[in-house]
């Protein structure tokens, strides 16, 4: 049996004397040695592919791909790309005219970056996404020449794809580099976002991560990325980042998620009046009414004082347990904010959850009919006033009784 150095040495011969049919008769020999061995294979690929043998060309290369794919060897597959869009494809097999299109279309694209003609490569390398959505180096190019294009939207939408390509593949090297491109001109992208805190976090920069899956997770809690919030609070919690634990109980809130939620929130020690609400909304849409109201009220009384959404669903609570006079007071209190504050829609909206629950209070009266004033709404104001006028005098007021029915005789006159 002949040395496979021996037969090596012979190929290197007959290759040189552009003995193509013999060199593949060496080949076949040392496949039959080594049939695994993928540089073998490129090499029997480069070989029929001189004798114009295009299709066992590309089934040879085709094993190659096969494994640098699966090594994620990206650099050596672009070199097997270019090997393979020079092969004549009449003779492949339908799958393989359709992967030696696609292989074309991608090495046509990076050849029109190469070239520096902006125009020419965004529509080749657009056209080449069509056909590998999930090529880095695509994606990444795009998203240069659009950037270059001044096309910021688009430029971004590939660059984030293009991340999480990365991420998936294992390359976070180069994700973060993308992602920085893209905080360049995105500040709240978040997919960038996530992958620079996470980056920070594996290198000891606790507090600026901190910082950033704070902004993260606001922004996508304002966008209602609910799925994706829930995904990244999750991590944040786990690896003890401040409000990482609020916000993933949030995100199950927002996904009707409740006991999970609540779960989240009752085991902890200590809860921030962000959790403290949020638990007291939990307990509210779980018909838990009383531990809504228990939960609120355990805060600093300045706080729940100062505290629209807080009075509010205090009233709810109260409401929903019957105890009415209780819920009027601190509807009330809450309506005293948006007055004060000039919300004076909110005012009203607020005004008639008294309303349902106690309809002769003086004070209510009184202050809706200066909302209505300072509004200009003149048959409201006199609705109010006359209102006011039969609460007076039903409480023993008739001077100030006197006075709103002198007030009421002049504003129907005018």
């Known amino acids: 049996m002949e040395d496979k150095k021996d037969i090596l040495k012979t190929v290197t011969r007959l290759a040189q004397a552009g003995e193509w049919a013999k060199v593949i008769k060496e080949y ?33 290369f085709q094993i190659v791909l096969n494994d640098y794919q699966a090594k994620g060897n990206s650099s050596k597959i672009m070199f097997l790309y270019k090997k393979i869009a020079k092969l004549d494809p009449r003779k492949f097999d339908l799958e393989g005219k359709a992967q030696h299109e696609k292989i074309s279309k991608i090495v046509n694209a990076l050849a029109s970056y190469d070239s520096g003609d902006i125009e020419a490569a965004a529509a080749a390398l657009k056209d080449a996404e069509k056909f590998d959505k999930y090529n880095p180096e695509i994606l990444t190019k795009l998203g240069e020449v659009y950037e270059k294009k001044n096309m910021i939207g688009e430029s971004v939408e590939a660059y984030t794809k293009a991340i999480r390509v990365l991420v998936e593949k294992g390359k976070k090297d180069e994700a973060i580099i993308v992602a920085n491109k893209i905080l360049e001109m995105d500040k709240e992208n978040t997919d960038a976002m996530a992958m620079i805190a996470d980056d920070l976090l594996s290198k000891g920069h606790k507090d600026r991560a901190e910082e950033i899956f704070k902004d993260l997770l606001i922004t996508l809690a304002e966008k209602e990325k609910i799925a994706e919030g829930r995904e990244i609070a999750k991590r944040a919690m786990d690896l003890d980042i401040e409000y990482g634990k609020q916000f993933y109980a949030y995100f199950l809130f927002k996904e009707n ?18 959790e403290k609400v949020l638990l007291g909304k939990i307990h ?12 609120l009220m355990s805060m600093d009384p300045a706080i729940v004082n100062q505290n629209v959404e807080i009075l509010e669903l205090i009233g709810d609570s109260l409401l929903k347990m019957r105890e009415y006079k209780q819920a009027a007071e601190f509807y009330l209190k809450a309506l005293k904010i948006e007055k004060h504050e000039g919300h004076f829609d909110e005012a009203i909206i607020m005004a008639n959850k008294v309303m349902n629950v106690e309809t002769e209070n003086i004070e209510l009266h009184e202050i809706m009919a200066e909302i209505y004033t300072k509004k200009g709404m003149k048959l409201k104001v006199i609705d109010e006033y006359t209102k006011l006028a039969s609460l007076y005098e039903k409480h ?3 001077e100030d009784a006197m006075k709103i029915r002198q007030v009421l005789t002049k504003l129907k006159m005018l």
Not at 40 to 50: D, F, P, Q
Not at 257 to 274: C, F, G, P, Q
């Open 284 to 295: 509210f849409k779980l018909y838990e009414y009383d531990r809504a109201k228990d939960v």
């Open 396 to 398: 023993g007021r008739s």
């Open 257 to 274: 998620k409740m006991e999970e939620a609540k779960k989240i929130l009752v085991s902890a020690n200590d809860l921030t009046v962000e």
């Open 28 to 60: 076949e020999k040392l496949m039959s040695m080594d049939p695994g061995d993928i540089n073998l294979h490129n090499s029997m690929g480069e070989a029929l592919a001189k004798l114009g043998e295009f299709r066992k060309a590309y089934e040879h």
